[in-house]
């Protein structure tokens, strides 16, 4: 079992930045793929970004591309997720996810979630 706990979110004004981070704890593996989600009210789960624990590849949505970052630290097991120029349509409960194996963008493919964490982006 892998347990995530997610920590960073907030209220912050349109423009402004945000750090997320996803502490990960449990049995650990070092090649599996560390994901972001986001769920805003009525709407369905989205992919917002992952990073692969080995080799640190990145993927993004087209939405965040240039505005968010996500990078991991290994020695730490914890995954964070940087994210400027804020909008309101960023507003959402930010999920931590884990996939044993390969990147997704599908939320039906992650193994493990954290609780999410609420990022409100006010104009």
């Known amino acids: 079992q892998v347990q995530l706990v997610e920590s960073g979110g907030g209220s912050v004004q349109a423009g402004g930045s945000l750090k997320l981070s996803c502490a990960a704890s449990g049995r650990t593996f070092g090649n599996y793929v560390m994901h972001w989600f986001r769920q805003a009210p009525g709407a369905e789960r989205e992919f917002v970004a992952a990073?692969?624990?080995?080799?640190?590849?990145?993927y993004y949505a087209e939405s965040v591309k240039g505005r968010f970052t996500i990078s991991t630290d290994n020695t730490k097991n914890t995954v964070d997720l940087q994210m400027n120029g804020l909008k309101p349509g960023d507003t959402a409960v930010y999920y931590c996810?884990?996939?044993?194996?390969?990147?997704?963008?599908?939320?039906?493919?992650?193994?493990?979630w954290g609780k999410g964490t609420l990022v409100t982006v006010f104009s």
């Open positions: 996810s884990a996939n044993l194996y390969r990147y997704s963008s599908r939320s039906r493919d992650m193994d493990y």
């Open positions: 990073i692969v624990r080995s080799g640190g590849s990145t």
